[in-house]
């Protein structure tokens, strides 16, 4: 089936512990994004990558890192995990960089202790 | 700044119609964009407008008046599984979308 992948689907984390979120998607988009969702926020940008190969910061990237070594797969990397980082993270991808329909993965439910 | 105001929450009757209007400020405009997330899942996109007026797309329909920054997302013969989160989305001209909180909209019978 095609579309996104994100694993894992849920992770309870000691604080203070590095952990990578894994994102991969079958459908050949250029770009691709990870956002954070919390209660009562929008969807928040930590970064993104228009193209294999390049990565951008968004509106909340700290603490967090990304690499984009192929056009498939984009991991997100927590270095030292803090509470303030739990969350549910959703990866997400498009085709064309003006359009606005994005394609979700099923979300990563992170806790952070 | 970049701003998106959409309210937090509505209550509708099964069968009726619903209003959820989006308010919007930001550095540029390439389009406003309606997602539905239904609980504990994704996002799904719902709808797009770039020019002001109407898209109908069967019970939904998406309202847009770029000069006033505003757009309303219209659902009709409201069904059960229309509970959900209805997200409005706005993207800038760096083409990077800028979302509302979203609007918890609960349908009771």
């Known amino acids: 089936i095609a579309g996104i992948t994100q694993a894992p689907t849920s992770q309870i984390l000691a604080a203070g512990r590095r952990m990578t979120l894994r994102c991969t998607q079958d459908?050949?988009?250029?770009?691709m994004y990870w956002y954070r969702q919390d209660l009562g926020l929008g969807l928040r940008l930590i970064h993104y990558s228009n193209t294999a190969g390049t990565t951008g910061k968004g509106e909340v990237p700290d603490g967090y890192s990304v690499s984009r070594a192929n056009t498939d797969d984009f991991p997100l990397t927590l270095a030292s995990a803090v509470p303030s980082q739990t969350s549910v993270y959703f990866c997400?991808?498009?085709?064309?960089?003006?359009?606005?329909?994005?394609?979700f993965g099923e979300g990563s439910r992170l806790t952070v202790l | 700044g970049q701003n998106i105001d959409q309210p937090t929450e509505m209550t509708a009757t099964e069968g009726a119609i619903v209003q959820i209007n989006c308010t919007y400020q930001t550095s540029g405009f390439n389009g406003l964009f309606w997602y539905q997330q239904h609980a504990g899942e994704a996002p799904t996109f719902l709808s797009y407008n770039v020019l002001d007026g109407l898209e109908e797309k069967g019970r939904f329909s998406s309202f847009l008046s770029r000069s006033k920054g505003y757009s309303y997302l219209l659902l009709k013969e409201l069904q059960m599984k229309d509970s959900a989160s209805y997200l409005c989305?706005?993207?800038?001209?760096?083409?990077?979308?800028?979302w509302g909180a979203g609007t918890k909209l609960i349908i009771k019978p």
């Open positions: 459908m050949r988009h250029n770009a």
């Open positions: 997400a991808s498009k085709g064309r960089e003006d359009t606005g329909e994005l394609f």
């Open positions: 989305a706005v993207m800038d001209s760096n083409y990077q979308l800028i």
